[in-house]
């Protein structure tokens, strides 16, 4: 006896196709294209049921036949600065669950936070025709060369949590300055009042969220002491180091709010380390929400940027480009931060979460 199909399915002989799926959940071929393409004028609850009914029929795209017609490749490049951080590891994953089931292949490359290697690599992308790029920016202060030459290829992209100043594209990602402010504010109310900062490098992140540490102060009636400011860049080693110059200095700051998670986990080792209380002697902030945040020796508090979400809306507004015939005018997405207080920073009582507000 022959195979035969059974309800829904197509035959063993037979690929699944896109038919195939129109069929079962009825609705048209052209519906079912949309949904798996990401298109925007296909509701979420719609594509959500092509999505599943594709994955339960193990539906595959025949890519060559799908480039041919669309003159696409169907991937495309993700740049980040910094793989073995976990907060781009979110963001990529954040963007992953919106383009795979859009159809997309991506590629991933690590620009080790220096401008000519990204560079480079967005080169390198632009020779393999990829469709779109999502790019968190490891451009100092401009970088208007880089962007200038994606302009000219006419390529699609979003910049991601960095927003280099001059910079007019489609960007997604959190208010720095605002992010300083939130941190600084929430020592402040835990009594500190000599409040350290380690700060990032010279890129936008690192320059607002310093902005913002200042702006706090001010209104709060505290002085900036260019002492209390050390340079700190990326990782937990920097933080330790940093923190072992703050730790020389008298008095000793009550209060330090780290450029980043990796850099206030350092911060907290080297306190520990020499013999000083966290929070009681010393509170501690960082920036990210990392998933290592609540497991340290102290659980840092932080302010959670919500990086899956960054790059989940990012995937979302990159697919809308690409499907767009006519270039819209840069759009920003801010993604409002949250605060999460933790042991770090607890000296009295405050929420464990509270989301930005007006500032305070």
């Keep these: 006896m022959g195979n035969v199909a059974g309800p829904g399915k197509p035959g063993r002989a037979g690929a699944v196709r896109m038919k195939d799926i129109a069929r079962d959940l009825g ?4 519906t079912v294209s949309k949904a798996l393409r990401g298109h925007n004028d296909i509701s979420e609850a719609t594509r959500q049921r092509v999505l599943q009914r594709a994955r339960q029929l193990g539906y595959q795209p025949n890519w060559v036949a799908r480039s041919l017609v669309s003159r696409r490749t169907y991937m495309v490049g993700l740049v980040i600065p910094d793989l073995m951080h976990s907060f781009f590891a979110e963001v990529a994953k ?12 991506i590629v991933i490359l690590n620009s080790e936070e220096d401008p000519q290697t990204e560079e480079r690599q967005i080169g390198a992308l632009l020779a393999r025709s990829v469709d779109g790029l999502l790019l968190a920016s490891a451009q100092r202060i401009g970088g208007a060369r880089l962007f200038r030459m994606l302009e000219e290829r006419k390529l699609p992209y979003v910049l991601m949590d960095r927003l280099p100043a001059g910079a007019r594209a489609h960007y997604v990602g959190c208010e720095d300055e605002r992010i300083g402010e939130m941190a600084t504010e929430h020592l402040i109310r835990q009594g500190c009042r000599r409040i350290a900062h380690l700060r990032g490098p010279d890129i936008p992140t690192g320059i607002g969220r310093l902005r913002g540490y200042r702006r706090a102060l001010a209104r709060h009636g505290l002085p900036f002491a260019t002492r209390y400011v050390v340079r700190a860049q990326h990782n937990d080693e920097a933080g330790y180091l940093a923190m072992q110059k703050l730790l020389r200095m008298r008095p000793l700051p009550d209060g330090v709010f780290g450029y980043n998670d990796p850099v206030a986990a350092g911060a907290i080792r080297a306190i520990l380390e020499a ?12 920036s990210g929400n990392v998933h290592y945040s609540d497991l340290l020796r102290v659980p840092l508090s932080t302010i959670d940027q919500n990086s899956s979400e960054i790059g989940r809306r990012a995937a979302e507004l990159l697919l809308e480009l690409i499907e767009n015939k006519r270039t819209p005018r840069p759009r920003r997405v801010v993604i409002a931060p949250r605060l999460i207080v933790r042991q770090s920073s607890r000296r009295i009582g405050e929420p464990e979460a509270v989301s930005a507000t007006a500032p305070a």
Aim: net charge negative; glycine share 14%; aromatic share 4%.
């Design 27 to 30: 609705v048209s071929v052209m």
């Design 94 to 105: 954040g963007a992953a669950a919106v383009l795979e089931p859009a159809g997309y292949h």
């Design 275 to 286: 013999g000083i209380r966290v929070p009681e002697d010393i509170a501690v902030i960082g």
